[in-house]
């Protein structure tokens, strides 16, 4: 059993339609039928959403997804259509709240990994591979991989735990073409992310993403002049919630790294200070208030290393 501790009440807002509390967005429909993604600042870790917030985290996963869309678009489209704080909606949601297009979501999670870590290093050590994918012998935690590889996963119900699965079995669910094309576009991705990530003295180890099909206008498709399904960038991306982010300046293979991202919560979750079983049914405990300070400023630290800029 795993969740929510206390599932938040809804902020029921006029004009607005309330669609789905998820672990850390909020979503709404507007009037237009576009989407309302309203960031929390809600915490997962280990399928559980933490009785604890972190002070401006909503805010930082938003920025910061904003601003790797800017450095994304010629790769491919995402989903924002504007950064408007929409009519009635409370003053607290700005800064945090993204006007999106509804797109036909793809049902996988779509992970790109550079370094060997997290659930791949558990898998790796039961049979050298990842995903189904053969790894050479000699890898540790923290290593670099060969070449960035693409390991999907099950996109799960808040409360489940995402599953790892072959490249063939997301090839089985959504046809060989689209598999193809979101293999393609994750490792692109990726390596955008992990060139510019590392000119700022970041390792970008490991990174999921989420993409979705709308119709394109004429002249945004093929090529041909007429529309065309275009695959779509969305919910957040490359964020200290998505991704692992470890100090380029302190990496060294053999152990568990340090880093810029939720890893610090659960690394406290898992040790004797939390008093926590996480192979219990019992919820994890609320965080101290020297962890959720600490956690507010590993993510306000990615923002500003990654973006050049000083959070405010």
Same mark, same amino acid.
């Given at each position: 059993m795993s969740g929510f501790v206390e599932k938040p009440?809804? $902020?029921?807002?006029?004009? %607005?339609?309330?669609?789905?509390?998820?672990? &850390?967005?909020?979503? @709404?429909?507007?009037?237009? #039928?576009?989407?309302?993604?309203?960031?929390?600042?809600?915490?997962?870790?280990?399928d559980w959403v933490l009785p604890s917030e972190i002070p401006d985290?909503?805010?930082?996963?938003?920025?910061?997804?904003?601003?790797?869309?800017?450095?994304?678009?010629?790769?491919?489209?995402?989903?924002?259509?504007?950064?408007?704080?929409?009519?009635?909606?409370?003053?607290?949601?700005?800064?945090?709240? $993204?006007?999106?297009?509804? %797109?036909r979501m793809v049902?996988?999670?779509? &992970?790109?990994?550079? @370094?060997?870590?997290?659930? #791949?290093?558990?898998?790796?050590?039961?049979?050298?591979?990842?995903?189904?994918?053969?790894?050479?012998?000699?890898?540790t935690d923290g290593s670099e991989l060969p070449g960035p590889i693409f390991t999907p996963a099950t996109k799960a119900a808040v409360g489940e735990h995402d599953e790892n699965v072959s490249y063939e079995e997301v090839a089985r669910q959504v046809g060989v073409e689209e598999a193809a094309l979101l293999r393609r576009t994750t490792l692109d991705v990726y390596a955008r992310a992990r060139d510019i990530a590392r000119e700022r003295g970041i390792i970008l180890a490991d990174t999921k993403f989420e993409f979705g099909f709308d119709h394109a206008a004429d002249g945004e498709g093929d090529g041909s002049g007429e529309g065309t399904d275009r695959l779509v960038?969305?919910?957040?991306?490359?964020?200290?919630?998505?991704?692992?982010?470890?100090?380029?300046?302190t990496w060294e293979p053999g152990h568990a790294q340090p880093?810029?991202?939720?890893?610090?919560?659960?690394?406290?979750?898992?040790?004797?200070?939390?008093?926590?079983?996480?192979r219990s049914e019992q919820p994890p405990p609320?965080?101290?208030?020297?962890?959720?300070?600490?956690?507010?400023?590993?993510?306000?630290?990615?923002?500003?290393?990654?973006t050049g800029t000083t959070w405010r």
């Open positions: 009440e809804p $902020l029921q807002v006029p004009g %607005l339609v309330h669609i789905h509390t998820g672990k &850390v967005r909020d979503l @709404y429909r507007n009037e237009a #039928g576009d989407l309302v993604m309203v960031a929390s600042d809600r915490l997962s870790a280990y985290k909503g805010r930082v996963l938003t920025q910061l997804s904003l601003w790797w869309f800017d450095q994304l678009t010629d790769l491919v489209p995402n989903h924002v259509i504007s950064t408007d704080l929409p009519a009635g909606a409370p003053a607290d949601w700005a800064g945090r709240t $993204l006007v999106c297009r509804s %797109l049902p996988v999670e779509c &992970v790109a990994r550079g @370094y060997l870590t997290g659930s #791949g290093l558990v898998e790796y050590e039961k049979s050298r591979t990842v995903c189904g994918l053969a790894l050479p012998e000699g890898l960038i969305a919910d957040e991306v490359l964020t200290p919630d998505s991704s692992r982010f470890w100090p380029a300046a880093s810029h991202d939720k890893q610090y919560v659960r690394d406290w979750l898992t040790s004797p200070a939390s008093g926590w079983d996480r609320a965080l101290p208030q020297e962890i959720v300070d600490a956690t507010r400023a590993k993510y306000i630290e990615a923002y500003e290393l990654l």
